[in-house]
């Protein structure tokens, strides 16, 4: 059988350890050429562009 904890992990102690697991929101910047919210770094999914440039076709459904 492998290593067992010899002792109970007191709350507090382990929320501590918990402290720094919190997601955090994704960084949103303006489209340039939409004007919509997206990712920073990635194609904006409204219109398929990425720093200026068509990068993707996107169905207007």
Partial sequence: MG???????SRTR????RS???LTLNH???CENCGE??????????CGSYK???VIEVDTD
Wanted: glycine share 4%.
């Fill in 37 to 46: 919210y997206h990712v920073a770094h990635h194609v904006c999914p409204a």
């Fill in 52 to 54: 200026g440039e068509l």
């Fill in 20 to 22: 720094h697991h919190a």
């Fill in 28 to 30: 949103l910047v303006v």
């Fill in 14 to 17: 382990r929320n501590k350890r």
């Fill in 3 to 9: 290593p067992l904890p010899k002792r109970k992990i």
